[in-house]
């Protein structure tokens, strides 16, 4: 539990580092923005209770505002992705349902399952905070390409660092 | 009562995803319209901090680029030293220190955060209130103007570059003094659209744009960039200007920020005129 715990903070703030000191000076043209940082909350463990999801998908939102100069935009995001992650678990879950121990990554449940279930999140995640950014419907299209687009090098992203992840957990 | 509890406790987690966004909106809102000093942003100590540190990093690698700029700038600073003017026999014109009156004074900076692929992009210098920086103050460098001071900390300053969707400064062709409104559309960090050029202008591909005299926060005759391309959107009596920056957004390390000192006074007087008017 100890060590559960201490292995999400780490990863919390190696994630964060990652975005705002990596990814953010990673210029690839105005659509492309990835933000791995949602990896944290996809990942969380399936026992997390989902009022504490809310609350840390919230925290880290306001932290990555901080870098980002957005005050209330990454959390907005985070919220809303949080708020349906417990949903999206419940519709894709096996008939008998998780088993207990066990994370939602790819190495549990298997590349379809990982990607069905952290596209959803990713784009709903993207849609509130493009749109939300921009604050207005005249460039409606142009945003709509931007979350499609750095929906998808988000994912991209994310299963290349769960792969990452899978080779060292054989390792131990 | 009991009921409403009763049901409020069954659909606990809707109503604090309910509570938590609406916090978010709130913040995103009030951060839009009325640009407040918020509280998270990253003129605060922890974010800058670590910012600063990294750029001092990325500093080293454009070392000579910036040498290059900061010499040239003194090349052309000495050229107006009082040693290097002739003195001319006979001439009448005695400059009388009395006569001068100091309206601008510039603080150098040293940018330690910035974006350019965002819609709406921020930079963050190292200088604050403890260096006497205010709202709304002219950021510009040697090539051009960089954006206006948004938030202030004690050792830090966000600035709201040209490159954000509601950043609009008034700008002139050189050439002529048609001016007009100058904003950015999103898609290039390189290029500005100058609106409301009247057509019997005579545009020429290279003609420098700079700030006009109408705006409270720039100097008069900063550069801004050259006319790259310009069109008429039909049904309209104006140009629409592309404008290539000649600043390069990408590469900015040191900026100098700019007090205008007889802000408050034109300001004041402007306000009045105008409460009087509605009267």
């Known amino acids: 539990m100890i060590t559960e715990l201490l292995r999400n903070i780490f990863r919390f703030v190696a994630l964060v580092l990652v975005q705002v000191l990596i990814i953010k000076n990673i210029e690839l043209g105005r659509f492309i923005n990835p933000f791995i940082y949602t990896l944290f909350l996809i990942i969380l463990p399936f ?37 349906m992650r417990p949903g999206i678990l419940k519709l894709f879950s096996p008939r008998d349902g998780y088993e207990s121990g066990t994370q939602p990554t790819i190495q549990y449940l298997g590349i379809p399952w990982f990607l069905s279930y952290s596209a959803i999140l990713v784009v709903s995640h993207h849609l509130v905070l493009f749109y939300l950014e921009i604050f207005r419907f005249s460039e409606f299209f142009s945003t709509l390409l931007r979350v499609i687009i750095s929906s998808l090098a988000t994912l991209l992203l994310i299963v290349v660092i769960q792969f990452l992840f899978n080779r060292k957990k054989e390792q131990e | ?10 659909h606990y987690f809707f109503f604090v995803f309910l509570l938590l ?43 000579k680029d910036v040498n290059e700029g900061l010499a040239q700038e003194n090349a052309e600073l000495r050229s ?13 014109h005695v400059m009388n220190d009395t006569s001068l009156h100091q309206k601008y004074t510039y603080t150098s900076a040293k940018v330690v955060n910035n974006s350019t692929n965002r819609r709406n992009n921020f930079l963050t210098l190292d200088k604050g209130s403890k260096h006497g920086i205010t709202k709304d103050m002219a950021v510009i460098t040697n090539t051009g103007i960089v954006g206006q001071v948004k938030d202030i900390s004690e050792n830090f300053c966000t600035v709201m570059s040209m490159l ?7 700008a002139k062709i050189k050439k002529d003094g048609s001016y007009g409104p100058l904003t950015w559309d999103g898609a290039n960090f390189e290029y500005v659209t100058l609106s409301d050029i009247p057509t019997h202008v005579r545009l020429v591909k290279g003609d420098t ?11 008069e005759n900063i550069k801004i960039g050259v006319v790259d391309s310009w069109e008429r959107k039909s049904g309209e ?6 404008v290539r920056l000649l600043t390069d957004f990408k590469k900015l390390t040191h900026v100098y920020i700019v007090n205008n000192m007889m802000k408050n006074e034109q300001e004041q007087l402007e306000t009045k005129s105008e409460a009087d008017s509605k009267e």
């Open chain 1, 47 to 83: 026992e997390t209770p989902k009022w504490a999801i809310l609350f840390i998908g919230f925290i880290l939102g306001l932290t990555i505002d901080m870098f980002y100069d957005t005050a209330g935009l990454h959390a907005a995001a985070c919220v809303v992705m949080a708020y």
């Open chain 2, 1 to 10: 009562m009991r009921n409403l509890l009763l049901f409020i406790w069954k």
């Open chain 2, 21 to 63: 966004e609406g916090f978010c909106l709130y913040l995103v809102v009030q951060n839009n319209y009325y640009q407040h000093a918020t509280f998270v942003n990253s003129s605060n100590k922890l974010s800058a901090n670590v910012l600063e540190t990294s750029r001092g990093v990325k500093d080293y690698f454009y070392l």
């Open chain 2, 80 to 92: 107006r030293l009082l040693e290097s003017y002739s003195l001319v026999v006979n001439d009448k």
């Open chain 2, 164 to 170: 954000h969707s509601r950043t609009i400064v008034s």
């Open chain 2, 209 to 219: 744009i700079v700030t006009s005299a109408y705006s409270l926060t720039f100097p």
């Open chain 2, 237 to 242: 009596y104006f140009y629409t200007v592309r």
